[in-house]
């Protein structure tokens, strides 16, 4: 009796520590594995933001869908533009100022940059899924101006994790909250994050 006792004892005490262990254990996985994911998404979404910029520089407006961001990237060119003489230069030191145009293929400052087009709509750790992107124009304090925004809810990359009950181990979790660069409705390429 007394070692049927002891053995029950054994594995209350067992059954006790493991769930001591998994209560410790889940919140620092969950914090491991969403700033690893989190980064990862950010960084994507930098070179997205990069990208755009550049793809601006060439057209002077956002890139509505991922292939025509990729193939102006690819097969446009920039203007570099080199002015030659003194504009602030007065009397017989004044000369006129000479502009001289080159043109730089895109694909030359993407592989500088070291951005990598392939895959760039892929967000990370989503099994394939697709950033949503939007490029239009509106009215921003009586101007019109171009706009993007590049987004995600974050449920597409948690994956295991993309579960309200986690928001009990950090108050600002909100896994169906959108992570995103940019905005519809001013101009800017800021990140939320």
Known sequence: MRLVINLVLVLITAGLTWLLVSSISEPIEFKREYD?????????LTDIRTAQEHYRGITGKFAPT????KQVLTEGRFAVI???GDRDAIGA?????????TWVPARDSIKVLGLELNNIEEVPFSEGALFKMQADTTT????LVQVCEVSTPRKTYMGEFADPKFQMYDKNYDPFSTIKIGDMYKPSLAGNW
């Not at 690893?36 to 994507?44: F, M, P």
């Not at 991922?66 to 961001?69: I, V």
């Not at 030191?93 to 145009?101: G, L, M, P, V």
């Open 36 to 44: 690893k994911r989190e980064d990862a998404v950010i960084a994507k």
């Open 66 to 69: 991922f292939d025509t961001l």
């Open 82 to 84: 080199k002015a030659y």
């Open 93 to 101: 030191e004044a000369q006129e100022i000479k502009f001289d145009t």
């Open 140 to 143: 921003y304090q009586s101007t």
